[in-house]
């Protein structure tokens, strides 16, 4: 057997288990609160889920490259001057903030603490 | 006389140019109509507040020097995926509850400019994270054709609209399936321009890489009419095409399809689709050979595998855009996101980190490489492709529960399409159980006008173009 056929054959084999310790941490990586029944809930149908996208793996794509972009442009660029066309003015661009300082958006510490301080 | 909120674009024109009736006496007609109608069928979120004083200044207009703008008085309904200054905007979700949006999407900019009346902002899945309108944090808009079954989505709100005729004409968006499916299943025309060639600038941002904004409308015609107006390169999103426009209302003139080459797709057949709904694709397709088209059956990858991709790269793609909600410039805290949205953020947030991203990610992305190969290579014969836009017709209410990936499964017809960033048309093609079934006429990228010109040719000589009946709603 070729070696490229074998590790087809084992990545369809391979199935993934999401674990309820899995979600737990990805839920703070997203920084998202879960509630206990969802951890359970979670680990479950992503393993599913990760089931149907391991269906990939029938596919051979050793000679592709990835389509990141799909209608073809590349470095698409501006000079790099100010348009004040495309600028909010300040006390517009906080308008929408819950909480506000002299004219800043107050935002939570993130030193010196294990979790991000509920300020907000 | 036609009754006013079944009006098309062209006729709505007519009729202010006769003076059979003012941009007032139409937005209050419509504004009657919703009063009456949306709360039975929670289309609208939020009602522009506006509208009449806006008419006003439409009929001054339009006394003064006549129709000059392709939207003027047109009324319209607007997925509240789009930003609108001085209408709320909350993308269905609770964590924008209330939000005022600081700018106007491009989109909307452009459709104000051409003269259109916003009436409200519609319903939708929240975050636009589904196909049935369910994930809405404000409950689901239910189906014009029977209110117990689904609108379909995540654009449900916006088809609803049409059909319900609660608006001349109404503005979607579309990931994978979100214009198309919706105007399936409640009957209407909608529209994918291709990826790129209508601006995401303002879009609130699902999978910035697939998200395509366009019209739902009464027909082809206004369909197009739509396009042409909000197409076009933007700066503010470099992934404009800076391709130009073309003037797609004025390539709708065929009066067959002959020379035309249609690809109808075998295995989006699928074994488990029912046989009335295959028999009105193949009708169509039946149609379409009358008209004059060749239609061959070609063979494509397994649309099974275009849930996959669609799958990582999508919850990848939010779980990146959702990173914005912060709650410290807008909005409030994370813990508002619905359940659909934390669950799409976290496998997104899963198929990009360490260990899995070669796994889940890059495989994912170059299987879309093999399917875009595959669609060019068809698209070096063919003219368009052909097949059903929905397995079947409208589902009932609470079907989505507990399926995290009902949407892939009810889109699978339409994810190819839309991960290789294609034009294409959905259209009315017969009916099931009383309700509507959509046929898609899918082009090449930046085939807006071809995929238009055979959408309408097939209409003009069709009839399942219907309105519901509502009158025990009225």
Redesign the interface.
């Known amino acids: 057997m070729q070696a490229r056929e074998f590790l087809l054959k084992f990545n369809l084999m391979h199935k993934v288990i999401?674990t309820p310790e899995?979600?737990k941490k990805?839920?703070k990586?997203?920084?998202?609160?879960?509630q206990e029944n969802?951890v359970e809930l979670?680990a479950d149908?992503?393993t599913?889920?990760?089931d149907?996208?391991?269906?990939?793996?029938?596919?051979d794509?050793s000679k592709?490259?990835?389509?990141?972009?799909?209608?073809n442009?590349s470095n698409?660029t501006?000079d790099d001057i100010v348009d004040q066309s495309?600028i909010?003015p300040q006390e517009?661009?906080?308008?929408?903030?819950?909480?506000t300082h002299n004219g800043f958006?107050?935002?939570?510490r993130i030193i010196d603490t294990d979790t991000t301080e509920e300020i907000? | 006389m036609m009754k006013l909120h079944e009006l098309t674009i062209k006729q709505i024109h007519e009729g202010y140019l006769k003076k059979e009736f003012t941009c007032v006496d139409l937005v209050k007609h419509f504004q009657n109509r919703i009063e009456k109608i949306n709360p039975k069928l929670n289309i609208y979120l939020a009602l522009n507040e506006k509208a009449l004083d806006q008419a006003k200044a439409i009929d001054a207009e339009i006394s003064e020097k006549g129709i000059t703008r392709p939207l003027l008085g047109i009324p319209m309904a607007i997925k509240d995926n789009f930003l609108t200054l001085g209408i709320v905007t909350t993308a269905s979700s609770n964590i924008l509850n209330g939000?005022?949006p600081?700018?106007e999407s491009a989109v909307t900019s452009k459709l104000i400019e051409a003269g259109a009346i916003f009436l409200g902002k519609t319903n939708m899945d929240s975050f636009a994270h589904g196909s049935s309108t369910e994930t809405s944090d404000f409950g689901p808009t239910l189906n014009p054709w029977n209110p117990e079954h689904l609108p379909g989505g995540s654009s449900g709100g916006s088809a609803a609209a049409v059909a319900a005729c609660l608006a001349t004409a109404a503005l979607g968006s579309e990931t994978a399936g979100s214009i198309r499916q919706p105007a399936a299943w409640c009957g209407v025309t909608g529209f994918k321009p291709?990826?790129?060639r209508t601006s995401r600038y303002g879009c609130i941002a699902m999978a910035s890489?697939?998200d395509s904004p366009g019209p739902l409308t009464r027909n082809v015609e206004d369909a197009a009419i739509i396009t042409k107006v909000i197409s076009g390169k933007d700066?503010?999103d470099?992934?404009t095409?800076?391709a130009l426009v073309e003037n797609y209302p004025d390539l709708l003139n065929r009066s067959d399809l002959k020379g035309i080459k249609i690809a109808l797709v075998k295995e989006y057949l699928l074994p488990e689709m029912r046989q009335d709904v295959k028999d009105l694709v193949l009708s169509a397709a039946e149609k379409l050979r009358q008209l004059g088209a060749t239609v061959d059956e070609i063979s494509l990858?397994d649309p099974?595998?275009s849930?996959?991709?669609y799958?990582?790269i999508q919850r990848s793609e939010v779980?990146s855009n959702l990173?914005r909600f912060?709650?410290?410039?807008?909005?409030h805290?994370?813990?508002t996101?619905c359940?659909e949205t934390?669950?799409r953020?976290?496998?997104g947030?899963?198929?990009l980190?360490a260990g899995y991203y070669d796994a889940?990610y890059?495989?994912?992305?170059?299987?879309?490489?093999?399917i875009?190969?595959e669609f060019n290579e068809v698209f070096k014969t063919y003219d368009a492709i052909i097949g059903a836009v929905s397995p079947g017709p409208a589902l009932k209410v609470g079907a989505s529960k507990n399926q995290?990936?009902f949407g892939?499964m009810e889109d699978v017809l339409l994810e190819a399409s839309s991960?290789?960033?294609l034009a294409s048309a959905g259209v009315p093609c017969g009916f099931v159980d009383g309700l509507p079934i959509g046929l898609q006429i899918t082009t090449d990228?930046l085939q807006e006008a071809k995929a238009l010109s055979i959408a309408h040719c097939f209409q003009k000589n069709t009839d399942f173009q219907l309105f519901p009946d509502l009158e025990k709603m009225l």
């Open positions: 999401v899995d979600v990805i839920a990586l997203a920084s998202l609160k879960l969802e979670f149908q992503f599913k889920t990760i149907v996208v391991n269906q990939l793996n029938e596919i794509t592709v490259s990835g389509t990141y972009q799909v209608n442009l698409v501006r495309r909010l517009m661009a906080i308008r929408e903030a819950k909480h958006f107050v935002v939570p907000i | 939000y005022k600081q700018y291709s990826y790129g890489s697939t700066s503010r470099a992934t095409a800076p990858l099974k595998y849930i996959g991709v799958t990582v779980s990173s912060d709650g410290i410039r807008f909005g805290k994370r813990d996101f359940q934390k669950r953020i976290m496998l947030t899963y198929t980190s889940f890059k495989k994912a992305l170059a299987v879309r490489t093999k875009v190969e995290p990936m892939e991960i290789a960033g990228q």
